[in-house]
């Protein structure tokens, strides 16, 4: 090989070396700075530091269920307003809306009502009922629903936990299709609080007050003779008299709210007269125009401030209020200043529970790194140091490229910003696993052929042609495995896959081609008849 | 140096011993897995909550065990994990019937605190434990008692003090060598900022339980059995890409000798996963599927050769060939092995209890994926080709012509 091209490939991988370096440490000014740079680039998963990662549920049929119910809403007041008439009309399963007692001489009526009105629903009749139809909603329009219910859910639970001004969350996609998502939370060893605050669905209602509170809820639907007037819902609350250990009471509500989260532009957390934590909020225009409206008429009486389906206190409306109010409730600092969190960031489309949750105390995480450091180091120094042993002068050259190889790998790792887990380490040892077995079959082979009576130049030519088919073979064989892992595993599985991809892509260019360009360099300064150290 | 001059062992007129020591591991395991240990799965893929904790002092298992029984919590298990000076205990609690919601799934771990404050710490005191403390809740105590007198110079500033400060704490509090425990207050004092104003003022507020939770895993019904399930398509997806792979570039027998090699050394270790009464987590998939990149990769070494001497060797018997293949190799095979296994092994001695179970599927598996390629995959390739040449299914003649030409491309 003429020195040209030798100088030419020692240039390029010199220049991957440093830039690989550089990306690793930056250009630190002293060691605490090195550390810090590297504890920056390499993201380590929270197997190895600690925290908390969560898998939750987004219940997205919830959100589907919403819809149907404000269609029937909706269908209700046309079928009057057009004067078709029915008997009942109901929800059936979460998209499906049944319409009984049409009769046949209104049914092109409805036809026309629904091709109209409601474009992402389908009539169908219903086998053996002349008379009643089932509304459908679209396939479509249901998938579509419950991916913007995920993608609202992930905002919102975003919004929430950026809001709590953790290092680092992460709210993600589980990815496995099934409307999950992942939290994770660096340095989280008590997740209590957030997750509470995450789960909450946050569905803030002010509705007026029609009777109560009673004691149970046998007793106030007594008090109606065991119906309750039309339009109204009845809510449980606390019993505001009893102090926050109290018992439960029930409000008699209107169904209807007069503002919800929705109206609202903000919420802070504050202290009232006495001193006690308090919730404020301001309304949207829209809204204070409503609740101006419908405090102005109701003065006197009193307004349930209702979050997700429980009155948290029910307050005598003083006066009109227009666009700021507060919220009273036997509330902690805390509690008051989650529920202004909770509120500003907006209410969840959907429930949400958790399916799995696993914690890694800080200390343990703290030691698994210490000991994964020393049992990795205590590793490569027993590879590298037989290598050299076995090998001698061409030992150097196998360890150059492995510690070449770990560079890359690093390197990249860094620049994908992806996440260093346990699995991932199983990645990295096998792609240096992979790395020694590369070096050792060129050098096993170039051993061979000098046993058969080559030149030191040819044998090192023949043995890296006839190892490279094996190498490649061997590599392209294990990537394509770990693309299917990549494509379709979760969380530890496409970890390892990543690293190990990277690995041996890197491994492809340190064993080969670096390793190559050092047998060349070590040939062009071979004296004639110098055996060559194998 | 060199291990081997030019071996020449007779490899595929010891298969039968060979296929005898596969067996009596694989029914050893399948024994094992059906009527002794059953397969152990790690809390991912069951469903449950497991706590490690660790104790500054050795606990008494059958008191904690008592206790939870006291508060109506069956069937816990409680074990120490780790080298006995650690103290580290594992506790696991079934998931409470119907617990699917939040709340429900807490309730195991707060059983546990609950149980372990009462044993191991001083819930009487109205104290807070300082070893379970987070560095928030260190912070909120120190602004409120306030021990370096910050109040005066504004909350911005006593803030950021106190939260570096209590992080400071932490972070010496986690890391080794007190790895979670601290046994006096006293011992603070060598954090940068903590004055005895400060350790007085943490004796007010804070007790040193002997326990400190390290780890926590709560899984849900659900999850468990779909985990399970995945990893299994995953890694059939996965050697299927293999199959077709090699396939490719060499002949489908390969392939599938390949495969069964491979699949054998996948059931042996989790046998020996089941003998050993060891539990199989998501990191232990991790390490099974590296054990089948690692086994993969051996083959296709032996393999490889053995498509390089084909086209010279016409007159030699094929169980020779093989032979003379895995000889030509067999001085990289125990290097590479031998150097992996060096490798792993000090992840299994060093690498620390997280690790511990991946790293033994590790060491077993580098044992296994090299013993397969030389005991299973060539066995089986010769024995195909054999009844090829017997004139089975193709006549032998026509099979070297196509690796031939296989080789060639």
Not at chain 1, 43 to 70: E, F, I, N, P, S
Not at chain 1, 361 to 388: E, T
Not at chain 2, 8 to 20: A, T
Request: hydrophobic content about 45%; glycine content about 10%.
């Amino acid at each position: 090989m003429d020195h040209t091209r030798l100088r030419n490939r020692t240039i390029f991988i010199l220049v991957v070396l440093i830039a690989c370096v550089l990306g690793l440490t930056g250009i630190p000014k002293n060691f605490q700075q090195l550390k810090e740079n590297l504890a920056n680039r390499i993201h380590l998963g929270l197997d190895l530091k600690g925290g908390t990662h969560m898998v939750l549920q987004v219940h997205v049929d919830d959100a589907v269920k919403v819809v149907t119910d404000q269609a029937l809403e909706r269908l209700r007041d046309e079928m009057s307003s057009r004067g078709i008439p029915y008997s009942t009309i109901e929800r059936q399963g979460i998209s499906s809306i049944l319409i009984k007692g049409v009769p046949d001489s209104k049914s092109g009526d409805l036809d026309a009502l629904v091709g109209q009105q409601f474009s992402t629903w389908t009539l169908q009749r219903v086998p053996g009922q002349p008379q009643s139809r089932l509304l459908n909603m679209k396939v479509s329009e249901v998938a579509m629903i419950r991916n913007q219910a995920l993608d609202q859910a992930r905002e919102t639970i975003r919004r929430r936990i950026d809001a709590l001004g953790l290092v680092g969350p992460e709210v993600a996609d589980y990815g496995r299709g099934d409307y999950e998502l992942v939290v994770q939370l660096p340095g989280v060893s008590d997740p209590t609080r957030v997750k509470n605050i995450i789960q909450a669905t946050a569905m803030l209602e002010l509705k007026l007050v029609r009777g109560g509170p009673y004691p149970s809820r046998d007793a106030a639907l007594s008090s109606f003779g065991g119906v309750l007037p039309p339009g109204t819902e009845l809510v449980p609350g606390n019993d505001e008299s009893s102090g926050s250990s109290g018992g439960q009471v029930w409000y008699l509500l209107n169904q209807v709210a007069a503002v919800t989260g929705r109206d609202l532009t903000g919420a802070q957390p504050s202290t009232g007269q006495n001193g006690q934590p308090i919730v404020n909020f301001t309304l949207s225009r829209e809204g204070a125009v409503r609740f101006g409206e419908i405090t102005g008429k109701n003065v006197g009486k009193q307004l349930a401030i209702v979050l997700d389906n429980r009155v948290v206190s029910a307050p005598v409306i003083d006066s009109r209020i227009t666009d700021s109010g507060e919220i009273r409730g036997n509330f902690t600092t805390q509690q008051a200043s989650d529920l202004a969190l909770m509120l500003r960031s907006g209410a969840l489309p959907a429930s949400i529970s958790y399916i799995n949750e696993s914690t890694v105390g800080p200390s343990l995480g703290a030691d698994s790194i210490r000991d994964g450091i020393i049992a990795c180091i205590v590793g490569f120094l027993a590879v590298m140091v037989f290598m050299l042993i076995y090998y001698r002068g061409a030992g150097v050259n196998a360890d150059v490229a492995l510690i070449l190889n770990l560079i890359i790998l690093m390197a990249a790792l860094a620049y994908f910003q992806a996440v260093l887990t346990l699995p991932g380490i199983a990645g990295v040892i096998l792609t240096v696993g992979m790395g020694v077995d590369s070096n050792v079959l060129v050098f096993e082979r170039i051993r061979e052929e000098l046993r058969h009576g080559k030149a030191p130049g040819a044998a090192v030519a023949a043995g890296f042609e006839h190892a490279f088919r094996t190498i490649l073979d061997t590599h392209v064989t294990t990537v394509a495995a770990a693309a299917i892992l990549f494509t379709f595993g979760t969380g530890p599985i496409k970890g390892f896959a990543v690293t190990l991809t990277i690995g041996l892509i890197a491994n492809l260019f340190t064993s080969v081609y670096v390793s190559r360009t050092i047998f060349d360099y070590v040939l062009s300064r071979r004296q004639k008849g110098e055996a060559l150290s194998v | 140096m060199e291990f081997f001059h030019e071996p020449n062992i007779d490899w595929m007129g010891k298969k039968w011993y060979f296929i005898g020591a596969s067996l009596a591991l694989l029914v050893a395991g399948l024994i094992s897995i059906a009527i002794h240990h059953g397969l152990v799965y790690g809390i991912e893929f069951r469903s449950g909550t497991q706590v490690t904790v660790k104790f500054a002092k050795a606990p008494d298992l059958g008191a904690i065990r008592r206790e939870l029984e006291k508060d109506n919590w069956k069937g816990a298990s409680i074990q120490s994990i780790g080298p006995a000076s650690e103290h580290s205990v594992m506790i696991e609690l079934p998931l409470q019937e119907n617990a699917s919601e939040g709340a429900a799934l807490d309730a195991g771990k707060n059983a546990i605190v609950k149980v372990l404050t009462a044993l191991y710490g001083e819930a009487s005191s109205g104290k807070s434990d300082f070893n379970n403390a987070t560095s928030k809740s260190i912070e909120d105590y120190l602004l409120v008692s306030d021990p370096l007198g910050l109040a005066s110079k504004g909350l911005e500033t006593a803030t950021s003090t106190y939260e570096k400060l209590a992080q400071a704490m932490v972070q010496f509090r986690d890391n080794p060598p007190q790895s979670g425990l601290i046994a006096d207050f006293q011992q603070l004092s060598s954090v940068p900022g903590v004055t005895p104003a400060v350790i007085s003022a943490l004796q007010k507020g804070f007790y040193l339980s002997g326990f400190t939770v390290r780890n926590t895993e709560v899984v849900g019904p659900k999850v468990g059995s779909d985990l399970r399930r995945q990893a299994v398509y995953v890694t059939l997806a996965g050697l299927a890409a293999m199959l077709v792979y090699i396939w490719f570039r060499f002949e489908l027998i390969y392939g599938v000798s390949a495969v069964i090699a491979v699949f054998h050394d996948v059931l042996i270790t989790i046998g020996l996963f089941s003998l050993f009464g060891k539990e199989i987590t998501l990191d232990v998939i991790a390490a099974l599927l590296t054990l089948v990149g690692y086994s993969m990769n051996d083959t296709i070494v032996v393999f490889d050769r053995i498509r390089e001497n084909l086209p010279s060797s016409k007159r030699e018997n094929f169980a020779d060939l093989v032979n003379r293949s895995i000889n030509q190799t067999l001085s990289r095979t125990i290097l590479t092995s031998g150097l992996t296994f060096l490798a792993v092994l000090a992840l299994f001695l060093f690498g620390g209890e997280v690790i511990h179970g991946f790293a033994f599927a590790m060491v077993v598996g580098v044992l296994i994926g090299t013993y397969s390629s030389i005991a299973i995959a060539s066995p089986i390739l010769v024995y195909w080709q054999s009844r090829a040449g017997k004139g089975g299914v193709r006549g032998k003649r026509r099979v070297y012509e196509r690796e031939i030409a296989t080789a060639k491309r």
